[in-house]
């Protein structure tokens, strides 16, 4: 993807732009807008949502960095704006940033913002796109969400997929002793991110294909993948150009060729197991999820390429999120001894040593686990930027009387949000997993979309379906990790030293690698 923060790219496409700017501008006159009256569109502009100054042709692109949730609430911040307009080249875009513009949109306007903007890249790479995250609202989008929240993320399914779960966090505690009795450190990324991949991989395909190196291949695909979806792309600033070949379309270039690499092993599974279909009886309840799509797809009319795009929803949702979540608390937890340690005798004073594995079943106590995930939650959203919605008609009074008008992207800066010390504590920067205890200050708060200050899986129709999946896999991982070992940083580094850089992606990862050793509970 090209880096959209280098001001000399930027200015080499200055003179085509003015040029071919205003060319359109003049068609457009010449087309009939100018017949608006100029109090209609003077009343229009001050109803607006508020807007910093801007460059030319540019507009505020260059004031979106490598990190745009960061760089976006200081924008927010400097000007005094909780929803502001900005211009991203020829690009219109609505940032919201506060519990009540965001209720404003996910829930009382959810019916006006509940689409999706064309994305170049969810086109090529979600074949149209037909999966669940970027199609636009519409019936497909209406019977695809229900396919996936009855008959692959029930709580029925995701109940039936505990031993699944357990087996796979077994094999990671295997890993993880293996490395404490020989002293050695650990990636805590890579760790998390293998674990994730062959979970999904089970989900999806029944086996997580270890043995053939297949997993591996799922889990680059999602790696390449992710930062083109989630990305700012300079050909979505100026379609205009794009036609005209001033710019040139690298980003669907490699769309191209990503969905050819997620054919080939797609379509292979698929075949598989239609083939297995073929030669067996239907699919039972406790089948893996192709074999689910392939039970219903006469139902619900599911084309090959449909079933594709909601597996790579399920890839995208499975390995990157979970893995970010997990890594993150443990990052929180290495620059707070003091929590984990409260963590650690919470999950020990529940499970006794000499049993192996915490189970799903011992997790219902443990309060401090689930206040410690979501503080994490808090301050690293797996989606810091929700994808972004579109308004399908013109919104009157928006808040207090703003406007906004059809076809224009809508950003929820939920990273900004869940910081911000007017609606959170003035320790709102800081790892404090007590205020989700019961006498903390947001005990009450929930991440299920009814509290607007708190929104790590977003709220309203487009909210995340695969958030009780997710969390069944991260409550039972981290109480694992705490309940078997203890962790340390590297000799001569403490948490200060931990480096919070980040990758800007679908999901936002950290730059730098954590390395922890782990150590057996002492005796």
């Known amino acids: 993807m090209r880096e959209i923060t280098s001001p000399r790219a930027w200015f080499l496409l200055l003179v085509p732009l003015f040029l071919l700017l205003a060319r359109r501008l003049l068609a457009t006159f010449l087309s009939g807008n100018h017949q608006r009256t100029r109090k209609q569109q003077q009343d229009d502009h001050h109803r607006l949502p508020p807007s910093p100054p801007a460059l030319p042709v540019l507009g505020h692109l260059h004031l979106v960095g490598s990190v745009p949730h960061v760089s976006l609430r200081s924008l927010a911040k400097n000007h005094g704006h909780d929803i502001m307009l900005l211009r991203l080249g020829a690009m219109p875009v609505i940032v919201v940033s506060s519990p009540r513009a965001a209720e404003a949109v996910l829930r009382t306007h959810d019916h006006v913002f509940a689409s999706r903007p064309h994305s170049v890249v969810a086109e090529v790479v979600l074949y149209g796109p037909s999966d669940i995250g970027f199609a636009p609202y519409g019936e497909y989008w209406r019977q695809a969400r229900k396919l996936v929240t009855t008959h692959l993320l029930s709580v029925k399914r995701i109940q039936a997929f505990h031993l699944a779960r357990e087996e796979e966090v077994r094999r990671v505690m295997g890993q993880i002793s293996e490395a404490a009795a020989a002293g050695a450190a650990v990636n805590v990324g890579e760790l998390l991110g293998s674990f994730t991949n062959d979970l999904a991989c089970r989900a999806v395909m029944g086996e997580s294909f270890r043995s053939e190196g297949r997993n591996k291949l799922f889990r680059q695909l999602v790696v390449d993948t992710s930062p083109l979806l989630g990305g700012f792309n300079v050909e979505e600033f100026f379609p205009f150009l794009a036609r005209f070949g001033v710019i040139s379309k690298v980003v669907r270039t490699k769309s191209e060729r990503l969905r050819r690499r997620w054919d080939e092993l797609l379509d292979r599974l698929i075949q598989d197991h239609e083939d297995e279909a073929s030669a067996s009886a239907a699919a039972s309840d406790s089948d893996d999820f192709i074999h689910v799509l392939l039970s219903v797809r006469q139902e619900y009319g599911l084309t090959r390429e449909h079933m594709k795009a909601i597996l790579l929803d399920v890839f995208f949702g499975a ?116 205020r989700f205890l019961d006498g903390g200050g947001a005990a009450d708060v929930s991440f299920r979309g009814t509290d607007f200050q708190y929104l790590p899986f977003g709220a309203g129709r487009r909210m995340c379906p695969g958030m009780n999946f997710g969390l069944a896999t991260v409550e039972l991982m981290l109480a694992n990790l705490m309940h078997r070992f203890d962790w340390e940083l590297p000799a001569g580094k403490t948490g200060r030293d931990i480096d919070m850089s980040e990758v800007f992606g679908l999901v936002v990862h950290r730059k730098k690698k954590l390395l922890v050793v782990p150590k057996l509970q002492a005796s």
Request: hydrophobic share 45%.
């Open 319 to 434: 390995i990157d999120t979970e893995a970010s979540v997990l890594e993150y608390a443990m990052v929180e937890l290495m620059r707070r001894p003091d929590a984990m340690k409260k963590l650690q005798a919470e999950v020990r004073a529940t499970v006794p040593k000499e049993q192996e594995l915490v189970s799903e079943a011992d997790l219902s106590s443990m309060a401090y686990l689930r206040a410690v995930i979501k503080e994490s939650l808090r301050l690293h959203p797996v989606a810091p930027l929700l994808a972004p919605h579109l308004s399908m008609s013109s919104c009157d009074d928006v808040v207090d009387g703003v406007v906004v008008p059809a076809g224009v992207r809508v950003l929820v800066n939920v990273w900004a949000i869940g910081r911000d010390p007017r609606f959170w504590d003035d320790d709102a920067e800081a790892f404090v997993p007590e």
